[in-house]
């Protein structure tokens, strides 16, 4: 991993330091990242150096959206390996995360990869969107929520604002048709209690495709019915 590259860019992008400890840290994750990868599908992305911009500094962006503060309550829906969640926690290990993935041997490589770093606060849950936005010890009960790369914005509006609290905010990182995608989702917002705050560009080094952040602030609760059973909002999406 160009530790370099990783410390240069998040100071000149996002002014964040990062200090021995971390930089360590994300070595180590991109090590494993690596050695699972060949029996598990982690990421098709297996260069050190994208690795870098299109994994790490793409999951600190958020930082241009959000002020982590100590206590606050963060769930990154659909975390895969991770991303964005478990990058953001390295440099902001004063957050409560809850990393949910539905693929099992995802959550195992979390698992490992969580007790490997030695972190706190940090928990992993193996459920489907759906399931964890009706169950009473998640609904409506995270500051933050998060999610790169999982759905249409549609379909994962329905994924995301059930879980944030009222007065929370949902963090989508997306590709160049973000726009788009927010047009097509009004609907979707306005039945599940959420309104469009702003959406942030980022540029990325050596990333040609301007990526960006839709940030949507939770101003009412969910209606009961909301998230539908498994399956659904991708199939009928609001």
């Known amino acids: 991993m160009t530790a370099d590259q990783l410390v240069r860019s998040s100071r000149e992008l996002f002014d964040l330091e990062l200090g021995r400890d971390v930089q360590r840290a994300y070595s180590l994750y991109a090590e494993q990242l690596l050695a699972w990868n060949e029996r598990v599908n982690l990421t098709a992305i297996t260069d050190p150096e994208t690795i870098v911009t299109r994994h790490f500094l ?77 169950d009473p010890a998640t609904r409506e009960k995270f500051d933050l929520a998060l999610a790169r790369a999982v759905a249409p914005l549609p379909v994962l509006a329905e994924y995301l604002l059930p879980l944030c609290r009222v007065g929370g905010r949902c963090v989508a990182l997306k590709g160049e048709h973000a726009a788009a995608e927010v047009q097509s989702a009004q609907d979707a917002l306005r039945i599940l209690g959420g309104r469009l705050a702003r959406i942030i560009s980022v540029e990325l080094p050596q990333v040609v495709e301007t990526h960006h952040l839709v940030v949507i602030e939770k101003i009412a609760a969910t209606p009961p019915q909301y998230p539908r ?6 199939k009928r999406p609001l």
Do not use: C, Y
Not at 229 to 234: A, C, E, L, N, T
């Open 58 to 134: 793409d999951s600190l962006s958020v930082k241009m959206a959000v002020t982590f503060t100590t206590g606050m309550r963060v769930v990154d829906v659909g975390t895969g390996a991770g991303f964005p969640g478990l990058p953001l926690r390295l440099v902001f290990p004063q957050i409560e995360l809850t990393l949910l993935e539905a693929t099992a041997k995802k959550t195992a490589f979390l698992q490992h990869l969580v007790q490997l770093l030695g972190l706190t606060n940090v928990r992993i849950l193996t459920a489907r969107a759906e399931d964890a936005g009706q």
């Open 229 to 234: 059973r498994p399956g659904i909002p991708s």
